[in-house]
């Protein structure tokens, strides 16, 4: 077992008091880090106050040349990194993978991007141009599903923009991001970024921290509605990613063969884990017993286990929390008499935290399986009639994350997909996102936007300089 240190002021440090890191394979424990409070946070905004004086005023270039090193930083030690992801957060090594190359190609993507002036008005009288500047200290809380992609996707743009960032890791994976942490040190300018970890107490006082400018987070609805609350009293500008119920529509065209494939890993990745996942597959009746059909054959080949064995394709749940919760939404479908294509049952002797794969055959639409975000390797498959049927299901949420449409007909797909009231939609594919284009929520799925350079500007404010010509002073 390793002593992990927090990053404060450019120096990896402890307080003494440690708290333990599971594996959810196994729940054993693999790690401790710091358990911080006021004390820390406290010293980790003021280091980074302190560094957002002068790393404001650097150059658009200066900046980016530190966050591509964060990037083959990442890169050069993406096989140390992605086995120890895998062992705090219970991905397949194959996820695990994606999630640390893709951070690495995220963080030198975003250091492309800049935020150019634009001149509002240049004439005789006056020369007008709109700036944008950096808001200054970032307090960014990142939740345990992928928690390298989202710390990356949070300190970039923030360093990109010219803001420096307090970040802080869930307390059930930040070993991954403190070996960054170390990694990085010496990267970046003391200061700039900051790493402390703690429970869930030490989110609050982050988001209430008067010397804090702007809070970005992912998570739960439910926090976020809390962090909007704490972020209230100084006015901080807020970043929130959010939970989604999303939503597939499979039109009569589809191909069920090629389809099923596809259908399945846009919900069980990272055991279902993604807040962007497919929670709910409405399937036209015309192929819907084909298709479950084939989707549940398909489940029977998919090795549930420990991420880091060969052959697993289902890790298991990353926390006893959520377990028990996804476990609860099961049991509330049998008690209701729902049917079971797959999964249903599990063995309470195992250690682990481990869901079989669970596929419901058209539970009602007011299930609790298919009304609220499952979280987990749990996918109810939905028969429909008719597509403006379909649109009306999918839109009945209180969420409006991500959504996808299946068809042969791309025309008749974007037509659907514009009647989604959701912050993205897929024609023909799933849970790809581009550091090029925002991504962000519609109604309580998100505040806000990441990525691209509506991501980006949410580290910043906009200033207007007007330049009176021929004036007389």
Known sequence: MTDYKNLIDGE??????????????NEQVVGRVPACGKDELDRAVAAARRAFKDWRKTSQEERQKVVQGIAAAIKDNADELFRLLTTEQGKPHAQAQQEIYGAAGLAAAQSTLTLDDVVNQDDDQRLSRTRRVPVGVVGGIVPWNFPVMMAIQKIVPALVAGCTIVLKPSPFTPLTTLRIAELIKDVVPAGTVNIITGEDNLGPMITEHPDIDKITFTGSTATGKKIMEGASGDLKRITLELGGNDASIVLPDADVEKVAEQLF????????????????VYIHKDIYDDLSKAIAEYAKNVVVGDGSQQGTGVGPIQNKKQYE?????????????????????KDPSGTGYYVPITILDNPPEDA????????????????????DEAIERANNSEYGLAGAVWTK???KGVEIAEQLETGTVWINEFMHLSPFSPFGGHKQSGFGAEYGIDGLKEFTYPQVITVKRDAVV
């Open 368 to 387: 609790r399986i298919v009304a609220e975000e499952q979280f987990g390797p749990v996918m109810p498959l939905l028969k429909f009639d008719s597509i």
């Open 265 to 280: 890993w846009s919900s069980f990745s990272n055991a279902g884990q993604v807040c962007i996942a497919a929670k709910r």
């Open 325 to 345: 919760r996804v476990l609860e939404l099961i049991q509330d479908a049998k008690d209701n008499g729902y049917k079971f294509l797959t999964g249903g049952t």
């Open 409 to 411: 007909d791309t025309d």
């Open 12 to 25: 990896m440090v402890d307080n003494g008091e440690w708290l333990d890191v599971l594996n959810p394979a």
